[in-house]
C-alpha cells in the first residue's frame, strides 16, 4: 500500500456476466479514495495473511463455485480472527458459514452442496426455490448490529442464488459469535453478523446491487467503506 491509500481485497474469481461483480466495481466509483483489487481465491493460500495483510479490509463477492472453496475459506479465517473488516456477499455469505462451522465448531467435514454433492454434514445446501435476480424481504433481528446498522426494521433485498443455510443446522448460530442477524419472512437465514468483530457481516443477499437499482450505496457497504477508511495496515505509512 502506497501512502494513505485504503485497499480493499475483492477475494472471488471475477466474471464479466456477473452482475454483482458489475455492481462492486461501480460502489467503488462512488467511493474514488478506496481501491479496489481482485484476489483470485486460487492465489491465496492456507496463511491467508501473506496475500491479504496490506488490505485495510476483505470483500468475499459472489460468483460460485470458486476456483479454490479452500482459499476463500483461509480469506475468511483471516478477517475473522485478525479483526480486519469482513464483509461476505452471496457466495460470500455461504463460504463465512463454512469457515466458522469448520474452524470454530469443529465440524471439518461441513460441506457445500454445489462443491461436494452428496458429502455429509451439507451445511450449505441447494434451496427448494432458488433465488435468482429476486427481490425478498429481510428482516433484521432487534439487538444485532445490522438491525442498528440498517435503522429499519426490514428492507427489501436482491438475491441471485440457489444455495443457502440448511435449517437443519441453523441451531449452531443460535447463542453464537457468529449469530443470525435476518430472516426472511419465510423464517429462513439470510444474514450472519460477528457480534464481537469491528465489522463482520456474512448477507446471502447482494447489498452491492443497491447502486445499480437506487443509484446509491447500501447502508451496510457504506458502512464498510468507513470502517475500512479506519484500519492501518502493515504497510500503512
Known amino acids: 500500500m502506497v501512502g494513505n491509500t485504503v485497499r480493499i481485497a475483492l477475494v472471488g474469481d471475477r466474471k464479466s456476466g456477473v452482475t454483482a461483480h458489475y455492481a462492486i466495481e461501480r460502489s467503488f466509483e462512488m467511493a474514488p479514495d478506496i481501491e479496489p483489487v481482485w484476489v483470485p481465491t486460487s492465489s ?11 488490505f485495510n479490509a476483505i470483500w468475499c463477492v459472489p460468483g460460485s463455485p470458486y476456483e479454490s472453496e479452500a482459499g476463500a475459506i483461509a480469506a ?8 480486519r473488516p469482513f464483509l461476505g456477499t452471496g457466495a460470500g455469505f455461504q463460504h463465512a458459514v463454512l469457515e466458522y462451522v469448520r474452524t470454530v465448531r469443529g465440524m471439518d467435514h461441513a460441506s457445500h452442496a454445489e462443491n ?3 458429502a455429509f454434514p451439507q451445511l450449505i445446501s441447494r434451496m427448494p426455490e432458488p433465488l435468482v435476480d429476486q427481490s425478498l424481504r429481510v428482516n433484521f433481528v432487534p439487538g444485532t448490529r445490522l438491525y442498528t446498522l440498517m435503522q429499519v426494521e426490514e428492507s427489501t433485498e436482491v438475491f ?3 444455495f443457502g443455510l440448511n435449517a437443519e443446522w ?3 448460530f443460535i447463542g453464537a459469535s457468529l449469530r443470525i442477524a435476518a430472516r426472511d419472512d419465510a423464517g429462513e437465514v439470510r444474514a450472519l453478523e460477528l457480534a464481537h468483530h469491528r465489522f463482520f457481516y456474512a448477507l446471502l443477499y447482494e447489498p452491492e446491487r443497491n447502486v445499480l437499482n437506487g ?3 447500501h447502508p451496510v457497504v457504506e458502512s464498510f467503506f468507513k470502517v475500512a477508511r479506519g484500519v492501518r495496515t502493515t504497510a500503512s505509512v
Open 44 to 54: 491465496i493460500g492456507e496463511f491467508a495473511r501473506d496475500s491479504l495483510q496490506e
Open 76 to 83: 475468511i479465517r483471516y478477517a475473522r480472527e485478525d479483526a
Open 116 to 118: 461436494t454433492p452428496g
Open 160 to 162: 441471485d442464488c440457489s
Open 170 to 172: 441453523e441451531n449452531l
Open 215 to 217: 443509484g446509491a450505496l
